[in-house]
């Protein structure tokens, strides 16, 4: 895919989309980041459930530590892998306070040595937190940036190191958001829906007359 194509693209996305955000419900980096490390292998939608019941009684570092792992437990059980999910919060809550007074920090190395912190959840924080341009390449960005030859890749590392390469300057900062939800939406697994797709003529996917 040339230079061109990635242009239009993005300029649509944006058109379509000026001021992408999260799914997620938060309202400072700390919420964002708890609700970033239940997210995973779980939908926005059951993350939100229950944060939104969890951070009206506890939505800092200490009151988290205070409820104690049994205690968080009882408001994020409805969430997958809610047991070890549960004790990397308390974990990162306690490194949090001890390490960082208390304030998420704004960098890779720092983010990425907390608890039940990867790559791709520090990627979601400085980008969505803090303003940094960055690539949390998920499933659904990993599969719209193959399919489409945006930025194709074997891996996930390889994927975000071709789209922090390739996305024009422009975009680079909103492009994590607009990728997810044309993939969450549109660019779907299973069944695309390519005929309600707003870059339909400039994708590259082979097979995308199937699914008319």
């Given at each position: 895919m040339?230079?061109?194509?990635?242009?239009?693209?993005?300029?649509?996305?944006?058109?379509?989309?000026?001021?992408?955000?999260?799914?997620?419900?938060?309202s400072?980096p700390?919420?964002?980041?708890?609700?970033?490390i239940?997210?995973?292998?779980?939908?926005d939608?059951g993350?939100n459930?229950?944060?939104?019941k969890?951070?009206?009684?506890?939505?800092?570092?200490?009151?988290?530590?205070?409820?104690?792992?049994?205690g968080?437990?009882?408001?994020?059980?409805?969430?997958?892998?809610?047991?070890?999910?549960?004790?990397?919060v308390?974990?990162?809550?306690?490194?949090?306070?001890?390490?960082?007074?208390?304030?998420?920090?704004?960098?890779?190395?720092?983010?990425?040595?907390?608890?039940?912190?990867?790559?791709k959840?520090?990627?979601?924080?400085?980008n969505?937190a803090?303003?940094?341009?960055?690539?949390?390449?998920?499933?659904?960005?990993?599969?719209?940036?193959?399919?489409?030859?945006?930025?194709?890749?074997?891996?996930?590392?390889?994927?975000?190191k071709?789209?922090?390469?390739?996305?024009?300057?422009?975009?680079l900062?909103?492009?994590?958001?607009?990728?997810?939800?044309?993939?969450?939406?549109?660019?779907?697994a299973?069944?695309?829906?390519?005929?309600a797709?707003?870059?339909?003529?400039l994708?590259?996917?082979?097979?995308?007359?199937?699914?008319?």
């Amino acid at each position: 895919m040339n230079k061109e194509k990635r242009i239009e693209i993005f300029s649509r996305f944006r058109e379509a989309n000026p001021k992408p955000e999260t799914e997620l419900n938060y309202s400072n980096p700390f919420e964002l980041l708890i609700a970033v490390i239940l997210s995973a292998q779980a939908t926005d939608v059951g993350v939100n459930k229950a944060t939104d019941k969890l951070y009206p009684v506890a939505n800092t570092p200490e009151a988290i530590l205070a409820l104690g792992v049994d205690g968080l437990k009882e408001y994020i059980k409805t969430i997958g892998l809610f047991n070890t999910k549960a004790e990397n919060v308390i974990k990162t809550c306690r490194m949090l306070v001890e390490k960082h007074d208390s304030v998420v920090p704004d960098n890779r190395e720092d983010l990425e040595a907390l608890p039940g912190v990867g790559r791709k959840t520090a990627n979601v924080v400085l980008n969505t937190a803090f303003g940094k341009p960055a690539m949390a390449v998920d499933t659904h960005i990993f599969r719209v940036s193959n399919r489409t030859g945006i930025a194709p890749g074997k891996n996930v590392l390889e994927v975000e190191k071709r789209l922090m390469r390739l996305v024009p300057k422009e975009f680079l900062l909103d492009a994590h958001h607009w990728l997810i939800l044309h993939g969450r939406y549109t660019c779907v697994a299973r069944k695309p829906r390519c005929g309600a797709c707003i870059i339909e003529d400039l994708c590259e996917f082979k097979d995308k007359n199937d699914y008319q």
